[in-house]
């Protein structure tokens, strides 16, 4: 792995640089249409079919992590499973009998592959395109709930590998990504990002994790940079999704603690994927020399939900 030279760290941005660059991005957002599926609104029958055309191999591979159920550093409320039946006469028995079992999830932690819908993140009182934020209640999300994916997002999907670019295998936490950044290492990996396509960008969460351990990752992460955020605007992508959850701890905003899930979320109308696993698809892209493949990703079924535990699929 050849190691290029570790770029200056961009320099935070105050609460004013932050907030003119959230009118910029939220009205170039506007400009595209589709007020209440966001960007979901660039994925059509045709951008499918051209998604489709990125098959060649039919190999499959999950970008989700396995399910945490053990407390750690990154995960002190983990889900719970436990089996409901059979009981030990019944696993002895004669005839027919069931297995059972119980899940429940704190659907945005920092341990578990999830995806974020548009009723996730109020930014000044509001939600994504100006509806007002009391309609999150205790009961539920009234507007932007999970129920916009409930046929899926499928699409092109297209890795960047930001470690990869730099020659290390994970980005330190608390290093930030920039705009210059996803665009280097698109031209490097010979692939482009285009409207209505699913971006994805790797830092080495899960390869950091998988090798030393979990940390507090509400405290120290890598991510991105607030203003790397012009780079998905101006392709136009459809959804955003990491390894980690996009954004960097400590915050580059120190006013606001997630700038970039309130840049994709609130002002550009895109669905965040947090806490994915892309270890297995770069050694699968590396294999076969490309970076681009057709995404499914699958949410449940929770109407009023802001968010929803998401394995997508990639096919290539």
Request: neutral net charge; charged residues 25%.
């Amino acid at each position: 792995m050849t190691r290029n030279p570790r770029p200056a760290p961009p320099q935070p941005l105050s609460e004013a640089a932050f907030r003119d660059l959230y009118r910029r991005l939220r009205d170039r957002a506007a400009d595209g249409g589709g007020p209440r599926r966001g960007a979901l609104a660039r994925l059509t029958p045709e951008t499918v079919v051209a998604a489709a055309a990125e098959v060649r191999s039919g190999r499959t591979v999950s970008l989700a992590a396995p399910i945490e159920t053990r407390p750690g550093p990154d995960d002190p409320e983990p889900a719970s499973h436990r089996m409901t039946a059979p009981t030990a006469p019944e696993t002895g028995g004669r005839g027919l009998a069931f297995a059972r079992d119980r899940f429940a999830m704190n659907v945005h932690g920092d341990a578990d592959s999830h995806l974020d819908a548009l009723c996730h993140v109020m930014f000044d009182g509001t939600l994504y395109g100006g509806v007002p934020a009391s309609t999150v209640t205790p009961d539920g999300a009234g507007a932007l709930t999970l129920d916009l994916v409930r046929d899926g997002i499928v699409g092109r999907g297209v890795l960047l590998d930001i470690p990869r670019l730099r020659g290390v295998p994970w980005l330190e936490p608390g290093d930030q990504v920039t705009a210059e950044d996803l665009a280097a290492a698109e031209s490097a990996q010979r692939t482009t990002v285009g409207a209505g396509d699913l971006l994805f960008v790797r830092v080495g969460h899960r390869l950091r994790r998988r090798t030393l351990g979990a940390w507090d990752a509400a405290r120290a992460r890598a991510g991105l940079h607030p203003a790397a955020m012009r780079f998905p605007a101006e392709r136009r992508v459809a959804a955003l999704g990491s390894d980690g959850n996009s954004d960097t701890a400590p915050s580059a905003v120190p006013e606001v603690a997630f700038p970039v899930h309130a840049l994709a979320v609130n002002a550009m109308g895109l669905h965040l994927l947090d806490y994915l696993d892309f270890e297995e698809l770069v050694t699968v892209c590396e294999q076969q020399d490309r970076w681009r493949f057709l995404c499914v990703v699958a949410p449940l079924r929770l109407p009023a939900a802001t968010g929803s535990p998401v394995n997508p699929i990639a096919v290539l």
